[in-house]
């Protein structure tokens, strides 16, 4: 069963909103067996909504479009999916009280354009909205699903998991088995090498690889009706992919590279800290984001000036003098400071150039060292990022925590 997704909304197409909704909805009529083959934009214009739907609805049995459903003139997805149907917008008494409900209980009064979201597509069913005034649309014709759902990430995502995915799922009889291997240490092209034979000779699965940030994602998966054998194929291309790149493998379940590091140093009862430079807390952000991170991620310096590494760190003046901030000797003498500092486990400390100014001939932009600190030993590592100065940090950021994993 293929699916198609229509976002609706100039703010979408001007790029002032990231498209979010396509990558999730993707997944999650992915997970039931949807495969999606078209993601498209369109402008806030009953023209561009009704010609999208005419070649959608020819193609694809699953149509979701979201956005365009709130209570101004230049929502008009409704409007749009209306006329394309030859139907009428019809008001449901239901959604008035719901409306009339949702303002009441935060002590609003609701303006005559609010009740436009009261109106339904003839011979529609409405989705119910928790988390919003706007109620979707589900309705079929021609054969196609159709499903309305609002822009709003906080309201789309529980109306997919709550009303479109019970829809759908019963409608599919195909399966679909996928499995992503996330990598670090390798390059996209060289994986791809290892594993050209497969990719070749894949009738029944598909292996496709994707460049990350500093890693490289491999998915694999497999369509049809029989889950037993779908599971024989993944787990054939499994053993094979550890086989070859076993080594470079941290995550086949999801995890991102920072939830692996702290379930490692959580299991063996080890501790962090980080001493950030041109990163700017990047690293130490990276474990906060992580509910438990408590357990393991004790504290962070940032330590951005000279001054600061000397006071906070007790990074020696002379060494700065001698070598720069942005050296081996440096980056060592950080991790050291925080390690004694600390009484941590692990050390993590970043010095470098992000540019777009402070480089040199024999210090050019981008050139960045990554200390790592243990009680009996103390890792420098140096890098030559490309890119802007966001770009250089990322990187940085990412390397630090690859290093550490290769330690743990």
Not at 59 to 68: D, N
Not at 248 to 266: C, F, P, Q, T
Not at 372 to 384: A, C, F, K, L, Q
């Amino acid at each position: 069963m293929y699916g198609e997704i229509i976002a609706v909304g100039e703010e979408v197409l001007a790029g002032d909103v990231i498209n979010s909704n396509a990558a999730t909805i993707s997944r999650m009529l992915s997970e039931i067996g949807v495969s999606c083959r078209f993601h498209s934009v369109v402008g806030d214009s009953i023209e561009d909504i009704t010609n999208q739907l005419k070649s959608a609805v020819k193609r694809s049995k699953v149509v979701v479009l979201c956005g365009g459903l709130g209570p101004t003139k230049d929502d008009l997805t409704k409007d749009a999916v209306a006329k394309f149907l030859n139907k009428e917008l019809v008001e449901d008494s239901k959604l008035i009280e719901e409306i009339n409900k949702w303002y009441n209980h935060r002590g609003l009064t609701p303006t005559p354009n609010n009740y436009r979201q009261g109106m339904m597509i003839e011979g529609g069913i409405s989705l119910v909205n928790d988390n919003g005034t706007a109620p979707g649309v589900y309705i079929v014709a021609e054969g196609c699903h159709l499903f309305l759902l609002p822009g709003p990430p906080n309201e789309l995502n529980p109306m997919m998991v709550d009303s479109v995915i019970p829809i759908i799922k019963p409608l599919v009889s195909s399966i679909i088995r996928s499995k992503t291997y996330k990598l670090v240490n390798i390059g996209e092209s060289s994986a791809v090498t290892v594993l050209d034979d497969i990719m070749e000779a894949c009738e029944d699965f598909i292996v496709a690889p994707y460049a990350k940030l500093r890693e490289v994602h491999i998915k694999v998966t497999a369509i049809g009706e029989d889950a037993n054998f779908l599971s024989q194929r993944i787990a054939k291309v499994d053993s094979i992919i550890y086989e070859r790149l076993g080594e470079y493998v941290y995550s086949d379940n999801g995890d991102e590279l920072i939830d692996v590091i702290i379930s490692k140093l959580a299991a063996d009862k080890m501790t962090v800290c980080t001493a950030e430079s041109c990163t700017g807390g990047l690293i130490a952000s990276s474990f906060v984001e992580k509910s438990g991170a408590s357990s393991v991620y004790n504290e962070g310096f940032i330590t951005y000036s000279n001054e600061s590494k000397v006071r906070n760190l007790h990074v020696d003046k002379d060494l700065l003098d001698n070598y720069g901030a942005v050296s081996a000797e440096v980056a060592k003498a950080m991790a050291k400071g925080a390690l004694e500092l600390t009484g941590v486990d692990y050390s993590i400390s970043v010095t470098g150039i992000a540019g777009p100014t402070g480089g040199s001939d024999e210090k050019p932009v981008g050139l960045v060292y990554i200390g790592i600190g243990t009680p009996s030993n103390m890792y420098v590592y140096e890098h030559r990022f490309l890119g802007n100065r966001d770009k250089v940090r990322d990187q940085a950021a990412k390397h630090a925590l690859i290093h550490l994993w290769d330690l743990l």
